[in-house]
């Protein structure tokens, strides 16, 4: 196209104003800030084995039964799709009944057992009988274990451990030691260190692991063959109530302890049918935190936490659920990429004190769902008179606990696979 001498004057005019007028009113912008992007790493997952000889590889016992290894790989496969659900003391107590005989509320309101049944060595490795646990008898939870296994149940015990140190009580003049308690009292405040090697007390401690030790030498199934049991030693040591607590021992002591306790009771007495457990409560936000009294992974096959508080109604209206997640979430992430199973060890609600009927669909269930997570088992604490964490039949909490029951995450024991053979 042609342009003649008014259109170039046009053109020129309009490239020096506008020149002009940038040197003058523009000021130079700064660079932007583009703020950096926080990449979450994702958890690394080991391969994990697929046979006997490997699981046996990656536990805490190399001489695992079968069965014990067997339980450890199906409960890591079941956690991928599925949660199965426990109980404390479920076929020995209930609302209303304390005979042991096989009662369950579980069972009278969903019409099955629970999948995981948990018990306590209180009175089998004790120091005093007459407790408010109502006389854990060892013939009758021996008994008890071997009927849980025959139906296909997982067997897990906790230990409640008596103050083996004698110190004698203000007052009274009653000794701890014989008139014990668990909880800490402040009569004894070095007792980790006192039944570790060198303690005054080591001969002590080595009796009641003695006591353990023959008792669990005892759970056999109807062809002799030891029943495998996961054993949760020294839980909530990051609180201030037991004596093994935060408050009482250095971290350093409670590893020693647990330590001290797995390899007695593996390579001294010779036991092979145990998963060893570790459940810290609630307390921790972050991994490192969580890991801080962590015995180690050459100690530790089930990592766990026992979680109450957040999921109570008053702190579920302040975000409790979320806050629930998150940690176990924390427990979830740090099995995954350690090769353990890992598990929620400890919840619940009492429903003797709460109006709350909706606590297991609309508390527990998100909990366990918010987030991504591989959990073998929830375990909900026992039932008596005085206190009950799962509805009994006709209790208004009875319909959402059916309804909990039937959501297919959840395993019970009408549905727990066979875990104790490697299919």
């Known amino acids: 196209m042609k342009l003649n001498f008014r259109n170039y004057f046009f053109l020129g005019s309009l490239c020096i104003a506008t020149l002009y007028s940038c040197s003058k009113t523009d000021t130079p912008q700064p660079t932007p800030v583009i703020p950096p992007v926080v990449v979450v790493p994702p958890v690394i997952t080991p391969t994990f084995p697929t046979t006997l000889s490997g699981v046996k590889g990656i536990l805490v016992d190399k001489n695992a039964t079968d069965e014990t290894a067997a339980l450890f790989y199906n409960m890591k496969m079941m956690s991928k799709t599925q949660i199965m659900f426990g109980h404390q003391d479920d076929t020995k107590s209930g609302f209303n009944f304390d005979s042991g005989n096989g009662t369950s509320d579980v069972k009278q309101v ?23 646990f109502t006389n854990q008898a060892p013939d009758l939870i021996r008994q008890l274990t071997k009927d849980a296994y025959a139906r296909g149940g997982i067997n897990t015990y906790s230990w409640h451990y008596w103050n083996p140190v004698l110190s004698k009580r203000p007052g009274d003049g009653s000794v701890e030691g014989t008139n014990a308690s668990f909880n800490y009292d402040g009569l004894s405040p070095n007792t980790v260190s006192q039944i570790l090697t060198g303690g005054s007390y080591n001969a002590v401690y080595n009796q009641s ?44 002591q409670y590893k020693d302890l647990y330590q001290y306790t797995v390899k007695y009771l593996r390579d001294t007495k010779g036991l092979h ?11 921790a936000t972050t991994e490192a935190q969580y890991l801080d009294r962590y015995p180690g992974d050459a100690y530790v096959d089930v990592v766990g936490m026992d979680q109450y508080y957040d999921l109570a109604a008053d702190q579920v209206s302040n975000g409790g659920i979320t806050a629930a997640s998150n940690k176990i979430k924390i427990v979830s992430d740090y099995a995954l990429k350690a090769n353990k199973v890992a598990a929620l060890t400890e919840t619940g609600l009492n429903l003797k004190t709460s109006s709350q009927t909706n606590w297991y669909s609309n508390v527990l269930l998100p909990a366990l769902t918010q987030k991504k997570v591989e959990i073998a088992y929830t375990m909900s604490w026992s039932n008596r008179n005085d206190e009950f964490f799962v ?33």
Request: include cysteine; charge should be neutral; aromatic fraction near 18%.
């Open 273 to 283: 049918n145990i998963l060893f457990a570790w459940s810290p409560d609630r307390g």
């Open 209 to 252: 692991l003695d006591q353990v030790a023959a008792y669990f030498n005892t759970l056999k199934d109807a062809n002799n063959k030891p029943i495998p049991v996961i054993f949760r030693i020294f839980h909530e040591m990051d609180g201030t109530w037991f004596w093994w607590g935060s408050s009482h021992c250095t971290p350093q």
């Open 391 to 423: 509805p009994y039949a006709g209790h208004p909490a009875a319909a959402d606990f059916t309804s909990f029951k039937n959501n297919s995450l959840m395993v019970f024991g009408d549905k727990i696979p066979n875990v104790y053979k490697i299919n």
């Open 110 to 132: 969903t019409g099955a057992f629970p999948a995981v049944y948990g018990w306590d060595l209180l009175d089998i490795a004790s120091f005093r009988q007459n407790n408010y």
